[in-house]
């Protein structure tokens, strides 16, 4: 039960991260074309972010079953 709660606090750390790279690549989205530069560093950044994301919770998910 531990591991679960262990696993629940790691995904609500991971989506805040993912969240805000999200809205960081918005900004830069809004802003172009300035900025333009920085794009495929933040999108590596949220690609990777996301990724750790979705494995975390399929790792939640079959934890639970």
């Known amino acids: 039960m531990e591991d679960i709660e262990e696993l629940k606090a790691e995904i609500k750390k991971l989506n805040a991260r993912a969240t805000q790279l999200k ?4 900004d830069l989205s809004e ?3 300035l ?3 920085k794009i ?24 639970v079953h």
């Open 23 to 26: 809205m960081d690549l918005h």
């Open 31 to 33: 802003d172009l074309p």
């Open 35 to 37: 900025g333009w530069e």
């Open 40 to 63: 495929p560093d933040v999108a590596e950044q949220a690609f990777l972010a996301y990724e750790k994301l979705t494995a975390a919770r399929q790792k939640l998910a079959a934890s």
